[in-house]
């Protein structure tokens, strides 16, 4: 029998994947399949037989469980529970992945799978959203013609019946797209070179500069291996390429603003950080050059057409399009205010104030009949769903996250130790570990997902609860795994 719970338990992952399609697409006959979530946890408490912590010990913990606690209590404040589970139901998946992933990555090789995993889940998106899209928007006339050609084949689905909406996969992909590039620049360092002179099947041997107590002086030889690991990594770095440019490429058919704004202040700051001291006056510099220079090449009018295209004001007239103008989200941020201050406890209960919004506060510029979908601002919407303390944990999310990979880059600049471990043959195979800059890559690539998202959710939303959230939980999963690993080599 304890052999039987034992195996069920290091399954974990395979029953919530099973489950996730009946809680991402809920209904109250399949509401039964959030027990699961909870299921899972006390399997493990049973198994390890600790029951006071039958969940990974994280950083983010206290705050997960605040936020927990404010889901029940909008259940209680929504004025519709069945029009609200879908969000519920998703949080409770969202909760269930940032465990099974915390868990997971605690390890070498789980955080490789995991992050694979994460990687996936994200082409998985960009995929869907390629072929499931509703394209109806024109910001960019150069687009226009690739995505009037693209027919919206997935539809019917339960909170996108006409097709998903660009700027929400736009969103999805700012968690993932960093990522992406940050680990396919530095693929390129990976890559093995020339075949070895001797003729014995060796491919090559890089020297490089290993930091230590600040210094550069220590050479360390790096041997690539036979040729069976030189062709692994070749394959590893073409599809990480191709997957990249993939998901870079759907990520621009969007004609998302806020997602293209978010992406560039992210890589800009992400380069900044990457570049030695020495480079990053000559980057300001360049930035300020090119500056001045496009202000003086772009008349008044093109300057005013840019404005208009950032804020919207020559997309339409239409009401029913207003959702696209600056002057429409501001409206809709107005709302968003009185409904927080009329619900600064409790909030409104998930997903509700699409509905409460045309009954308590009547927008001008968007008529009764159009469904906005959410507050376009993913820290009120937040406020919205789970109240003030709601919003307090969702703060504290990030603000956990961003300091747990301060502290992976503090502790590991000159700890050889964990270079070892992270690196190590736990990994997936020899090929795909990195060496010596590992935590410095791990943290940036993660904490460019994180910040990207945090500025595109300024202006949009993916709502707590929503389907593509998962990547969201997933890349706190990622980041609280990789701290864990920090401590345990320290210790």
């Not at 909008?74 to 519709?80: E, G």
């Not at 013609?145 to 929400?168: C, K």
């Not at 709601?390 to 990979?405: K, S, V």
């Amino acid at each position: 029998m304890t052999k039987l719970l034992t195996l069920l338990d290091r399954l974990h992952w395979l029953w919530l994947i099973l489950a996730a399609p009946l809680m991402l697409f809920p209904n109250p006959k399949r509401s039964l399949a959030m027990l699961i979530v909870p299921g899972l946890w006390l399997l493990h408490c049973i198994v390890t037989r600790i029951s006071p912590a039958p969940l990974p010990i994280t950083p983010l913990n206290s705050t997960i469980l605040l936020m927990a606690v404010m889901v029940l209590v909008s259940t209680w404040a929504t004025y519709d529970i069945a029009f609200s589970l879908p969000k519920i139901s998703g949080m409770i998946l969202g909760l269930g992945v940032f465990f099974a992933a915390a868990r997971e990555a605690r390890r070498p090789r789980g955080w490789w799978l995991s992050l694979i995993l994460f990687l996936v889940m994200g082409v998985g998106v960009a995929g869907l959203g390629l072929l499931g899209t509703d394209w109806f928007t024109s910001k960019i006339s150069l687009l226009n013609p690739v995505t009037s050609r693209l027919p919206a084949l997935i539809t019917g689905l339960q909170g996108a019946e006409t097709g998903f909406h660009p700027n929400e996969i736009a969103g999805a992909l700012t968690w993932v797209l960093p990522v992406l590039l940050v680990f396919s620049i530095y693929s390129i360092k990976l890559l093995p070179d020339s075949p070895s002179p001797t003729g014995r099947g060796g491919w090559g041997v890089r020297e490089r500069g290993v930091r230590e107590r600040g210094g550069w002086g220590v050479r360390e030889r790096e041997v690539w291996g036979e040729r069976a690991d030189r062709w692994k990594i070749w394959i590893a770095c073409l599809l990480l390429w191709l997957a990249t440019l993939f998901v870079t490429s759907v990520f621009i058919l969007t004609q998302s603003r806020g997602g293209y704004l978010a992406l560039a202040l992210t890589s800009l700051v992400l380069l900044f950080i990457a570049l030695p001291r020495r480079w990053r006056w000559a980057l300001l510099g360049l930035l300020m050059i090119t500056g001045l220079i496009i202000g003086l090449v772009l008349s008044k009018e093109d300057l005013i057409t840019a404005r208009d295209w950032l804020t919207g004001s020559g997309i339409t007239t239409d009401n029913a399009l207003s959702l696209n103008t600056l002057e429409g989200r501001v409206e809709i941020w107005s709302r968003a205010i009185y409904g927080l201050q009329d619900f600064p406890f409790t909030g409104m209960g998930m997903n509700t104030f699409r509905e409460v919004v045309h009954v308590l506060y009547p927008l001008f510029l968007i008529a009764p009949d159009i469904d906005i979908g959410h507050a376009h601002n993913e820290f009120l919407q937040v406020g919205l769903d789970l109240g003030i303390p709601g919003l307090i944990a969702f703060l504290a999310l990030y603000i956990g996250a961003f300091w747990m990979l301060v502290d992976v880059s503090k502790r590991t600049q000159n700890s050889n130790r964990f270079h070892r471990v992270i690196a190590s043959s736990e990994c997936i195979s020899r090929g795909t570990a990195i060496s010596s800059n590992n935590p410095y890559i791990l943290t940036l690539g993660l904490a460019g997902g994180l910040a990207a998202h945090l500025l595109y959710g300024l202006t949009d939303t993916v709502a707590l609860g929503a389907k593509p959230g998962v990547l969201f939980w997933m890349l706190l999963g990622l980041v609280a795994g990789l701290h864990a690993q920090v401590n345990t080599s320290a210790g």
